[in-house]
């Protein structure tokens, strides 16, 4: 055993500080070569060193310049438009919709107008990340099974009903009816907490094969969209790997204001903008080989159609100059039992795929791993935006995107503000019905390009959630390569083999068949079920490391103040009976105890920004936050966690 004169440390301390704060402002951060280690601060306060190791640009918390930050947000709205644009396309055969672009351009529109408010409704109040919500494709298959039903059928050009718009509107009222109702239990399931109940048992086994799944499964899409022109294509895949990596530490000049004048400002524009870079170029690129005759006309079955710039022409003549999308425009839903049975298993595998993704994106991010409170308030927001969709009428829900998920690692940016004003980029431009209708004209090998890159990503994401698990362990190895495997295997077969499943009644038959048919609701299931069945130590399992720092440390709880509520946070912390609310802040499931109110003995230690440190200067100069962020995390005794009121305490908030 051994002892420390903790005293003659308080005071040797003491007196450095003071030394450190009556220099002054000018020239203080000079001086920090003559502060002891224990005191000076080797990273900057406002970034969170632990979760910025992606050698992010902004991380969640960060604001870019406003230019750069409309940009961006731009950048988010051109990455999920192909994939939601599509949407309306492929549902406008079974709706029965036909020919009539002007109704494709209302059904754009409208899926447009709602994932914007899903995505300001989930990154403002829901889990805060840098997520966006769309339109998914996990609702494709419950609405075909639902509109495939012989009262559904379109009619035969020449019978009662055919072209008008009572026809199509009649079943969009029954998609809207489903989506309605099963989105109820969406948001029962977030908000009352259960989902945070499972995340007790889910690991990095589990986590990893349903991301990686996520970007797996869409490589059909991915090739679909590639196949008219796999040299336009390979070209745009070409230009995102040249801005995003090769030239992404090359700056370029540009004019800017600096110490209040005009001056030549250097940015990392191949870094922030790769996506819209490669998109200008590649669409630049088609509209010459377009305009000289490289591609064949319309003919039909030809491959390269839809690789001209012109291929959807008639859509931007066709378009209303302005349409404002409003709540019940297609008449009273109607709700069946079949259709709400069908479309909840479209529900069950979006929240599946959620749950991954809010994992995925944190870690692009630079933002701590999602807290239990964050993610049961983010199913839920997801529930209310498909409750959003459903009053609406986009004639498919909501859930989070996983192109722009891969798109915050390929740019480096992982603010939340980007992502609101991408949130907002989708309302305004929604009204503009020829604005959203000229995008639609990207050529589809573009579109194409892109998946590959930013699906790609999102596989990558997925695996690198393995840094925690012993990948020498034949157990882990074991679940791993047979998740990934049958989470491929499985839904392949169905697809191949439809009406496979027979089990008498036709709404369980639906149910079964579409999470059977959702690649990373197998896969993860998989994982989850033998990670958690298999013998393993938590340490092996990387269950430990996985949970990033313990929730007892000044540190986390500090990085953990990103999931808080916008506003009114003094006040929940006051109020006890909040810790009892699953979607709240100060909610802890282990032992119904958390925040400051808890009781708990392990919440003696002030977290900062809670009750700031002050010193008494004139000027923060910036060397006092960076003294009070290791004076706080100092311990002074075995038993004390606050710095003696006798020190001096900082002005600025972590």
């Known amino acids: ?40 601060s080797s990273t900057p306060v406002s970034e969170p060193p632990p979760y910025n190791d992606l050698d992010l640009q902004y991380t969640i918390e960060d604001v870019p310049p406003w230019p750069m930050c409309i940009l961006l947000g731009f950048q988010h709205y051109l990455t999920m438009f192909g994939a939601t644009v599509a949407l309306p396309l492929i549902l406008s055969g079974p709706l029965c919709v036909g020919e009539n672009n002007v109704v494709k351009g209302q059904l754009i529109s409208t899926i447009f107008f709602v994932s914007g408010l899903s995505t300001l409704l989930q990154s403002t109040f829901g889990t805060r990340l840098p997520i966006v919500q769309g339109g998914t494709y996990t609702f494709l298959v419950p609405t075909f099974a639902i509109l495939s039903l012989e009262k559904w059928s379109c009619p035969a050009e020449g019978d009662e009903g055919f072209g008008t ?87 370029t000049p540009a ?101 991954g993704d809010y994992y995925a994106c944190a870690r692009l991010s630079g933002a701590p791993p999602p807290p239990t409170h964050a993610i049961n308030r ?83 994401v997925g695996l690198s959630n393995l840094r925690h698990v012993d990948l020498n362990s034949a157990r882990n190895l074991f679940i791993l390569g047979f998740s990934l495997i049958f989470g491929l295997v499985l839904p392949g077969w169905l697809k191949a083999n439809p009406g496979a499943i027979q089990t008498g009644v036709s709404e369980l038959d639906q149910v079964i068949t579409v ?72 909610f802890d499931f282990g032992g119904l105890s958390c925040g400051r109110n808890s009781g708990s003995s392990r919440d003696t230690t002030s977290v900062p920004g809670d009750d700031p440190y002050k010193v008494d200067v004139i000027e923060d100069s910036g060397v006092n936050s960076m003294i009070g962020d290791r004076l706080y995390n100092h311990r002074l005794s075995d038993t004390e966690d606050e710095v003696p009121s006798v020190y001096p305490v900082r002005t600025s908030d972590l």
């Open 255 to 355: 004019l800017g204001i600096k110490d209040r004048k005009c001056a030549v400002i250097w940015w990392p524009v191949f870094k922030l903008f790769p996506v819209i870079l490669a998109i200008i170029c590649a669409w630049i690129l088609s509209a010459i080989l377009t305009v000289s005759g490289a591609y064949d006309k319309y003919v039909s079955g030809s491959p390269q159609y839809f690789a001209r710039t012109d291929a959807r022409s008639n859509v931007l003549k066709d378009a209303p100059w302005f349409y404002f999308p409003y709540p019940g425009q297609w008449g009273a839903p109607t709700v069946s039992a079949a259709g709400v049975f069908g479309m909840l298993a479209g529900v069950l595998a979006s929240m599946i795929e959620s749950v």
């Open 515 to 586: 999470l059977l048919s959702t690649n990373m609701a197998v896969g993860g299931l998989i994982g989850l079920i033998l990670d958690n069945t298999i013998p393993g130590t938590p340490e092996e399992r990387g269950m430990l490391k996985w949970r990033g720092f313990m929730e007892d440390t000044p540190e986390y709880r500090r990085t953990m103040k990103g999931y808080d509520f916008p506003c009114g946070m003094n006040l929940i912390r006051k109020v006890n009976c909040f810790r009892y609310v699953p979607f709240c802040p100060t």
């Open 378 to 460: 983010g199913i839920g927001m997801e529930g209310i935006g498909c409750m959003l969709a459903g009053i609406w009428g986009s004639g498919n829900g909501t859930t989070s995107y996983s192109e722009n998920i891969g798109a915050i690692g390929i740019t480096k940016v992982g603010s939340r503000r980007v992502i609101q004003l991408g949130g907002i980029f989708m309302i305004f431009l929604a009204v503009f019905g020829k604005f959203g209708a000229f995008f639609t004209t990207i050529p589809d090998p573009i579109i194409g390009g892109l998946f590959c890159c930013t699906f790609g990503m999102v596989t990558a």
């Open 1 to 40: 055993m051994f002892s420390v004169d903790w005293s003659q440390e308080k005071r040797d301390l003491d007196v450095e500080l003071r030394a450190i704060t009556a220099r002054g402002p000018p020239g203080a951060e000079d001086e920090l070569d003559d502060i002891p280690s224990r005191v000076r």
């Open 165 to 251: 718009d009572e026809t199509w509107q009649q079943r969009m009222r029954e998609i809207q009816g489903a989506i309605m109702v099963s989105s109820l239990f969406q948001t029962f399931i977030g908000f009352s907490g259960l989902i945070g109940i499972m995340l007790r048992f889910i690991g990095p086994l589990a986590i990893a094969p349903t991301i990686a799944l996520v970007g797996l499964s869409l490589f059909e899409p991915a090739a679909n969209f590639c196949s008219p022109q796999w040299g336009i294509a390979m070209f745009t895949i070409f230009l995102v790997l040249l801005f995003s990596q090769y030239l992404a530490k090359f700056n």
